[in-house]
Structure formats: C-alpha cells, structure tokens
C-alpha cells in the first residue's frame, strides 16, 4: 500500500486553475513541486499520490512519479500532470506537506461524478468548523 501526501494548492485561485498549471507540463510529461527536504518516507510514496487542499478540503490527488534533488540541495517531488477529482474530504490547511495513509485518503470520483454530487469544498469546511464531519 502506497504511502501519500497532502499538500495545500497555494496560489491556486481555483481547482481549474490547478488543474490548469498541472496540465500545462503535459508536454514535459511531469509536473515538479520543490521542497527544502526530502521526506524520510519517500521510498514508500512512489506509487502513492499527492493529496491537493484547496479551501480547507481535500479535493484532487496527482500520483506521485518520484523525487529528484536539485543543484541547490533542495528537492523536486515529481507528479503526474493531472488532477484526479476526489470525494470532498474536510483536511485543515497546513505549512508544507504532510503523510497520508491510505486508509485515511478519499476515493476517486466516479466516471461520471461530480465533486458536487459529494460535497463543495465550502461546505464541508463549514460542517468541519460545525463538528458534523
């Protein structure tokens, strides 16, 4: 079972607008994220996704393709360009990335399912700040 990551899409105005940046290295077949450190855990998370948090929810993943260290020692996490849909899943906003087991992860949506068919991102954020999720 593949170990995962949440991540919040900071500077992302949207999740088309993340799945627009993500798209756009299509042509370069990978999209790269850079991080200080290389996560202790990293062998278990090849195979496993990176959870995106847009608006205090879990609300896509990208597989996780690798990690590669840059010149200046810093770290590259390498990701599949695509932004699968996930059932809207309530996850407080955090500083960097953090591990998510697979247990704990959400589902995909279903071919012809919608994130609102689960739950808005807003929604469920206020249901978490309520306790009823």
């Not at 607008?17 to 450190?37: I, N, Q």
């Not at 202790?40 to 929810?57: D, F, N, P, T």
């Amino acid at each position: 079972m593949p170990l995962h990551m949440t991540k919040i899409a900071f500077s992302a105005e949207s999740p088309a607008d993340l799945r627009a940046w993500l798209e756009s290295h299509e042509d370069v077949g990978e999209a790269r994220l850079t991080t200080r450190y290389l996560p202790k855990r990293q062998e278990e998370m090849v195979g496993g996704s990176l959870y995106w948090i847009y608006e205090h929810a879990l609300i896509g993943r990208s597989p996780i393709l690798g990690f590669e260290q840059r010149k200046d020692g810093r770290w590259h996490i390498r990701l599949a360009p695509a932004l699968i849909p996930v059932v809207t899943q309530p996850k407080r906003a955090h500083q960097g990335w953090r591990y998510l087991a697979e247990k704990d992860a959400p589902r995909d949506l279903g071919e012809g399912e919608t994130a609102g068919d689960a739950m808005p991102p807003a929604l469920a954020r206020e249901l978490a700040k309520l306790g009823l999720v």
